[in-house]
């Protein structure tokens, strides 16, 4: 089964409250480009994210708003920020990274909220019937190229309101020299 | 087959003449640290590698001198410069990417030198023999973990002076959460 890919950047997740903190009251993330997944958008706002050895500038807040705050990054960004985050599920943040937000008109020290995201696809019920991937979690993809290879504990996140896409990091995406719209193969 | 895994950063290898320029006539490299592979090591010198598009500082140059200049960067790293080098053996180099390396003393326009270096095992005649890998280019390794996979197309250079071990660059190592010293499967 061929699967698309779409490569995700770090990023950053925000409640209403962390959007009144860092840009101000009753300020509304205005949309820079729709994601692939329906509802989901990539804003014009940017913030920095921020530890004690080291910052990242210009990450993108994505929108809608969240319940939680959370902020998705790869591991060599770890490395430059000092920091050791856990592989996890969006919303799975219990002892997670702290990190501090800085926007333009407040930060956010996050006590947790930093992530290195697992690889997963979204899917539909039906899509996950129809391809028989009912019950199962995770799957194993293979990518091509000249520095390809198989990609094993790939999440299943079966949801009503999803597109048929696998999500790789930018170091699984560099990795292996794929880039956005290219196409893996689950096994 | 168990085989230790080495962890490249960017680096650099220079020529007598390339490092006259950098750091001036007749500098020495001086040793920072022995590197497994037999003869190599780690200088104390830093270059800056530059294009059009941005730069990279701290970049250490390995010694000893060889017979032609090389950048080895990672995917994430030609991203941050702006260019598509090519995945290759070291001193294969045509029509590789063009770049700018900058030293204390100087700089150097390369026309061409700028690699993303292949996965790759060093191993002697007689390992190669012994581990079944005789007239073999390359194998597949497993390599475990939270975000591990199998990675296909890992070349096999033998040479009559090696130290058994696997080279990942840095992208490969962080997506699959791998650093120095971990352990991968020759499938």
Same mark, same amino acid.
């Given at each position: 089964m061929?699967?698309s890919?779409?490569v995700?950047?770090?990023?950053?997740?925000?409640?209403?409250?962390?959007?009144d903190?860092?840009?101000?009251?009753?300020?509304?993330?205005?949309?820079?480009?729709?994601l692939?997944?329906p $509802?989901q958008?990539?804003?014009?706002? /940017?913030?920095?994210?921020?530890?004690e050895? &080291?910052?990242?500038?210009?990450?993108?807040?994505?929108?809608? /708003?969240?319940?939680?705050?959370?902020?998705?990054? &790869?591991?060599?960004?770890?490395?430059?920020?000092?920091?050791n985050?856990?592989?996890?599920?969006s $919303?799975d943040?219990?002892?997670?990274?702290?990190?501090?937000i800085?926007?333009p008109?407040?930060? /956010?020290?996050? &006590?947790?909220?930093?992530?290195?995201?697992?690889?997963?696809?979204? /899917?539909?019920?039906?899509?996950?019937?129809?391809?028989g991937?009912? $019950?199962?979690k995770?799957?194993?993809?293979?990518?091509?190229?000249?520095?390809?290879?198989?990609?094993?504990?790939?999440h299943?996140?079966?949801?009503?309101?999803?597109?048929f896409?696998?999500?790789?990091?930018?170091?699984?995406?560099?990795?292996?020299l794929?880039?956005? $719209?290219?196409i893996?193969?689950?096994?």
């Open positions: 061929k699967i890919i779409g995700s950047n770090r990023h950053v997740h925000l409640t209403r409250e962390a959007v903190v860092l840009f101000g009251l009753n300020f509304e993330l205005e949309e820079k480009n729709k692939n997944q $509802g958008f990539a804003s014009n706002s /940017l913030v920095t994210i921020k530890t050895k &080291s910052e990242i500038t210009n990450v993108r807040v994505l929108g809608p /708003l969240r319940e939680y705050n959370q902020v998705e990054i &790869s591991k060599t960004d770890a490395y430059k920020l000092g920091i985050p856990p592989v996890r599920d $919303g943040l219990a002892d997670s990274c702290g990190i501090t800085i926007g008109n407040g930060s /956010l020290d996050l &006590s947790e909220g930093c992530i290195i995201a697992t690889r997963h696809i979204h /899917l539909l019920p039906s899509q996950a019937k129809l391809y991937l009912e $019950g199962k995770t799957v194993n993809i293979k990518l091509d190229g000249e520095k390809g290879g198989i990609i094993t504990n790939v299943l996140k079966v949801s009503d309101e999803a597109f896409e696998l999500h790789l990091d930018t170091d699984d995406a560099n990795a292996h794929i880039k956005n $719209g290219d893996g193969e689950i096994l």
